[in-house]
Nanobody, 121 residues
Framework: VQLQASGGGLVQAGGSLRLSCAASGRTSGRYAMGWFRQAPGKEREFVAA????????YYADSVKGRFTISRDNAKITVYLQMNSLKPEDTAVYYCAADSRRMVQLIEPDYWGQGTLVTVSS
């Protein structure tokens, strides 16, 4: 499975961005998907996850109420709508997928290349 993330960019604090992650290749399985991020000088952290059906979602406390994860299985794409962005949200955002469990519970098998989000104050 290959994952292609897009949608990053530069935005002012309080603004919004929507990230997309399209899957290709062996996509016939039921993949849970999600987003992680890594800020400069920091370790990678979990952001949001969604089950294959879309019926279950999970968020890091730092983004609850501001970010929304969703997916379109017809397009095999997962989205991350980010509102009320803060400078501390600045990071490279990576999408991930796994057919075994929700991605926040394990080290996912598949990763996208990352897209940079920069939030200016």
């Amino acid at each position: 499975v290959q994952l292609q993330a897009s949608g990053g960019g530069l935005v002012q604090a309080g603004g919004s961005l929507r990230l997309s992650c399209a899957a290709s290749g062996r996509t016939s399985g039921r993949y849970a998907m999600g987003w992680f991020r890594q800020a400069p000088g920091k370790e990678r952290e979990f952001v949001a996850a969604i089950s294959w059906s879309g019926g279950s979602t999970y968020y890091a406390d730092s983004v609850k109420g501001r970010f929304t994860i969703s997916r379109d299985n017809a397009k095999i794409t997962v989205y991350l709508q980010m509102n009320s962005l803060k400078p501390e949200d600045t990071a490279v955002y990576y999408c991930a997928a796994d057919s075994r469990r929700m991605v926040q519970l394990i080290e996912p098998d598949y990763w996208g290349q990352g897209t940079l989000v920069t939030v200016s104050s």
